[in-house]
């Protein structure tokens, strides 16, 4: 019986120590530094802007995707002067506010929630990169699992 048990552990330990020697990290293409450094000179404004917006209108601003499909190249957005329903104000308004140089190699939306721990947003960013799109989101209120760091979008079949 302990026989057992110590070819059983011994086996167990063979196992985990071969994955743990075979796994990979996760490799992110190198555009992705850059664009995060875009977006961290992004984020103050945007949270400036957000606390204006809600001060005035009792709730923070929504966006609508800036450009129709997540650039790979600095592209003009071509959603800057869409806005939602519910909502007069366009992309533009945020987009003049925040400085935003006339292209971008990412898109971007602002997405709004209102849950029972308070009012929220998230900026969800997409980019191209050799074919594949990467995500990223950065959450602004209490629902903090909303963000999420880069990772590959699966493409749908």
């Known amino acids: 019986m302990k026989q057992t048990t110590v070819l059983l552990l011994a086996l167990v330990l063979a196992l985990v120590g071969t994955g743990a020697v075979n796994a990979q990290a996760a490799a992110y293409p190198a555009e992705l530094e850059y664009y995060d450094a875009q977006i961290d000179l992004l984020l103050p404004r945007l949270e400036s802007f957000q606390w204006q917006y809600h001060a005035i209108n009792g709730r ?16 003009v957005p071509d959603g800057i002067q869409l806005s939602p329903t519910d909502q007069p104000e366009a992309l533009a308004y945020f987009w003049q506010y925040a400085g935003l140089p006339l292209t971008l190699a990412w898109s971007y939306r602002i997405d709004t929630y209102s849950g029972p721990d308070g009012d929220g947003y998230v900026l969800s960013v997409q980019t191209l990169i050799n074919g594949e799109t990467w995500q990223r989101a950065v959450n602004y209120g209490p629902d903090t699992w909303r963000s999420a760091d880069w990772y590959l979008v699966q493409p749908e079949f």
């Open 60 to 75: 923070f601003f929504q966006a609508l995707e800036s450009h129709t499909s997540a650039p790979d190249v600095p592209t």
